[in-house]
């Protein structure tokens, strides 16, 4: 259950930082090797679910957490401490 939870949520959070529109870094993970590993994350996610849970809830429980992921990263970037201007006040 551990494994199916941390795979889920490590693919859903390397999906959202190789998106363009992400907040938490300046610049958007590759897509080439971050992308496709959060893919292969989540749907391995998936596969470790449906080996010990019914097919139904093994589905069910893996889109909840894949849509609570994806719907609270965004605003987890309001959590960071904004990030000072280098530019000096004169």
């Known amino acids: 259950m551990l494994m199916f939870i941390a795979l889920t949520l490590t693919g859903c959070v390397l999906l959202y930082l190789s998106h363009s529109n992400q907040q938490w870094l ?3 993970l590759s897509i080439r090797p ?3 590993l959060g893919v292969v994350a989540v749907l391995s996610g998936l596969l470790f679910s449906a080996s010990y849970l019914p ?3 093994a589905l069910f429980a ?3 957490i894949m ?3 994806i719907g609270l990263l965004p605003f987890a970037a309001l959590l960071k401490p904004p990030v000072e201007d280098s530019v ?3």
């Open 26 to 28: 300046q610049r958007p």
């Open 34 to 36: 971050w992308r496709w």
């Open 55 to 57: 097919v139904n809830s």
């Open 62 to 64: 893996w889109l909840v």
């Open 67 to 69: 849509m609570l992921c």
């Open 88 to 90: 000096s006040e004169r």
